[in-house]
């Protein structure tokens, strides 16, 4: 059995991912950890604080640290979540790339042989409701989906 789990960095996905090694564990099946990391985002996050802070001629710069910043979170994330499970006796790995989610997340769920997707009910943004990014990708993945809230 292999598990693809979709981590963002929210606390959503860090519980998908929970109920993803739990599951691998009694099924004896190996947990693939993937994120996407969007550089656009990035991008919109130096804008708006080279608006914020009145300070333009600065956006790039800024990107560039947010960027950095992004990919070091998500690498301390995965790292954190791939020791959870080999102390839990779980085979997993991660893959973290670069894109359009909503791309990436389908080319990968659908072409990698998983027998299931974790998923969070929501995303960073914390909103109360479903998350965008599920609403758009839920009816496309071909593997079965478990979404966590």
């Known amino acids: 059995m292999r598990i693809l789990v979709l981590v963002d960095g929210s606390k959503w996905s860090q519980k998908a991912a929970l109920h993803a090694i739990a599951i ?67 085979n997993c790995s991660f893959r973290i790339v670069e894109g359009s989610a909503k791309e990436k997340i389908l080319e990968e769920a659908n072409s990698g042989g998983y027998s299931l997707v974790v998923m969070g009910a929501y995303g960073r943004s914390g909103k109360t409701r479903i998350g965008s990014l599920l609403e758009e990708v839920v009816g496309l993945i071909g593997p079965p989906v478990m979404v966590v809230r």
Do not use: P, Y
């Open 24 to 90: 691998a564990k009694k099924k004896r099946g190996k947990v693939i950890l993937f994120s996407v990391l969007d550089r656009r985002e990035a991008r919109a996050m130096a804008f708006n604080l080279g608006m914020f802070s009145e300070n333009l001629s600065e956006v790039e710069r800024f990107e560039e640290e947010i960027w950095k910043d992004m990919k070091r979170s998500i690498k301390h994330l995965m790292t954190n979540l791939l020791e959870l499970c080999q102390e839990e006796g779980v």
